[in-house]
T-cell receptor
Framework: DTAVSQTPKYLVTQMGNDKSIKCEQN?????MYWYKQDSKKFLKIMFS???????INETVPNRFSPKSPDKAHLNLHINSLELGDSAVYFC???????????FGPGTRLTVL | AQSVTQLGSHVSVSEGALVLLRCNYS??????LFWYVQYPNQGLQLLLK??????LVKGINGFEAEFKKSETSFHLTKPSAHMSDAAEYFC????????FGTGTRLQVFP
């Protein structure tokens, strides 16, 4: 059973489109995260939700909107995609804030 | 505020040699420290963590790290490298949110 899963694994789209990435965890964790990993492997947190409540909102363009319908799911919607949005996006979860995080396999987004 | 510095973006060792990956941190609160490994085209996997207690922590795959408060370091070691250890390694500091270092690519030569 996959602990943290993401769909899709690959996403290729044109500039200006809107796309969503879905994340689900079956670990019973309270906290979920979205990270962006750029082409140089630099990993930066974007958002964090604790029990469906947004607790971390880093300096991210407001074209990015996270949504947590329940504790087990955290989705990321991106409007008006730009070339610079091309990256690998990772979802992660932890039992609660501060503990070790478990990462999903990533979604490689390519904007053409 | 917290930050992490990983010294050396690339480290190369021979199979069977000692692996040493360096991590220094800065934190205004007692830190939680983590090492993660990322294999090509995969997510990050936790190797080991330090929160409180024993300063020498053992992780998976024979890795260990020692928390040294006086040196603000949390270096990762493995006595004998294996070809399968070739990957990207990330040090991270918490507790509120994880701040990751820039990563160190470990190459292992036969």
């Amino acid at each position: 059973d996959t602990a943290v899963s993401q769909t899709p694994k690959y996403l290729v789209t044109q500039m200006g489109n809107d796309k969503s990435i879905k994340c689900e965890q079956n670990l019973g964790h309270d906290t979920m995260y979205w990270y962006k990993q750029d082409s140089k492997k630099f990993l930066k947190i974007m958002f964090s939700y604790n029990n469906k409540e947004l607790i971390i909102n880093e300096t991210v363009p407001n074209r990015f909107s996270p949504k947590s319908p329940d504790k087990a799911h955290l989705n990321l919607h991106i409007n008006s995609l730009e070339l610079g949005d091309s990256a690998v996006y990772f979802c992660a979860s932890s039992p609660f804030v501060g503990l070790e995080q478990f990462f999903g396999p990533g979604t490689r987004l390519t904007v053409l | 505020a917290q930050s992490v510095t990983q010294l050396g973006s690339h480290v190369s060792v021979s199979e069977g040699a000692l692996v040493l990956l360096r991590c220094n941190y800065s934190s205004s609160v007692p830190p939680y420290l983590f090492w993660y490994v990322q294999y090509p085209n995969q997510g990050l996997q936790l190797l080991l963590k330090y929160t409180t207690g024993a300063t020498l922590v053992k992780g998976i795959n024979g890795f260990e790290a020692e928390f040294k408060k006086s040196e603000t370091s949390f270096h990762l070691t493995k006595p004998s490298a294996h070809m399968s250890d070739a990957a990207e390694y990330f040090c991270a500091v918490g507790p509120d949110k994880l701040i990751f270092g820039t990563g160190t690519r470990l190459q292992v030569f036969p």
